[in-house]
T-cell receptor, first 117, second 113 residues
C-alpha cells in the first residue's frame, strides 16, 4: 500500500535558520504531493502542493520539489520565523490507473517544528 | 465566509454512550472526509464520501458510523463499540471531480469521562 516517511522531530531551530524536513513516499503511479501545516489547537491548512514530477510548490517562503527519481518531496525554508512553529505533514495522494485522483490522502506522522527567537 | 465548521470544539463521552460530531461545509464541495489524530501519529482516515448518499470506509472505520444525506453535512457518530475514542477528530472536504486539495475544519477533541 501507499506510505510516507517523514523526518522525525521535534526540530528546534533559532530564528532565521535554514529548515529542511525530509519526506519520502511509496505509491503506485505518480501521486500528487502535499504539505499541510497544523498550528496549535487548529485543523490542518494546505501549505503547498505539486502534481507532477519536477514541479515546485511554494508558499510563505516554503518550497518543495517533486522528485520522482528519489520519490521525495522535502520541505525547505531559507529563514524560519517564530510564527512558523507548528506541525508539518507530508501527504501523497494517489491516482488510479485511469489517472483520476480518488480523494484519499496518506499522511506522514508529522514533524513538530519549534523556532526560538 | 466560506469554510468548514465542526462542533463542538470539546466533547465528553460516558462509557457505553454514542456521540455525534458535526461537520458542515458551505464550499459546495462534493467530497468530505473524517480523520482521527492521536498524539505523535499522523492522521488516519475513518470514512469518506465522494457524493451525497454514498460513503466508504477508511482505514479505521470500526466503531464509527457516518451519513451523507445532504451535500453540506457529514456527521460522524462514535459508537460504544469504539473502545478507545479519545482523540482529535478532523473533518475535511474537497471539490472532487479531479480537484484534490482538501480543506480542514478546526477539529473536535473527544474525551472519555
Amino acid at each position: 500500500g501507499d506510505s510516507v516517511t517523514q523526518m522525525e522531530g521535534p526540530v528546534t531551530l533559532s530564528e532565521e535558520a535554514f529548515l529542511t524536513i525530509n519526506c519520502t513516499y511509496t505509491a503506485t503511479g505518480y501521486p500528487s504531493l502535499f504539505w499541510y501545516v497544523q498550528y496549535p489547537g487548529e485543523g490542518l491548512q494546505l501549505l503547498l502542493k505539486a502534481t507532477k514530477a519536477d514541479d515546485k510548490g511554494s508558499n510563505k517562503g516554503f518550497e518543495a520539489t517533486y522528485r520522482k527519481e528519489t520519490t521525495s518531496f522535502h520541505l525547505e525554508k531559507g529563514s524560519v520565523q517564530v510564527s512558523d512553529s507548528a506541525v508539518y505533514f507530508c501527504a501523497p495522494r494517489p491516482h488510479n490507473a485511469g489517472g483520476t485522483s480518488y480523494g484519499k490522502l496518506t499522511f506522514g506522522q508529522g514533524t513538530i517544528l519549534t523556532v526560538h527567537p | 465566509d466560506g469554510g468548514i465548521t465542526q462542533s463542538p470544539k470539546y466533547l465528553f463521552r460516558k462509557e457505553g454512550q454514542n456521540v455525534t460530531l458535526s461537520c458542515e461545509q458551505n464550499l459546495n464541495h462534493d467530497a468530505m472526509y473524517w480523520y482521527r489524530q492521536d498524539p505523535g501519529q499522523g492522521l488516519r482516515l475513518i470514512y469518506y464520501s465522494q457524493i451525497v448518499n454514498d460513503f466508504q470506509k477508511g482505514d479505521i472505520a470500526e466503531g464509527y458510523s457516518v451519513s451523507r444525506e445532504k451535500k453540506e453535512s457529514f456527521p460522524l457518530t462514535v459508537t460504544s463499540a469504539q473502545k478507545n475514542p479519545t482523540a482529535f477528530y478532523l473533518c475535511a472536504s474537497s471539490p472532487g471531480q479531479g480537484e484534490e486539495t482538501q480543506y480542514f475544519g478546526p477539529g473536535t477533541r473527544l474525551l472519555v469521562l
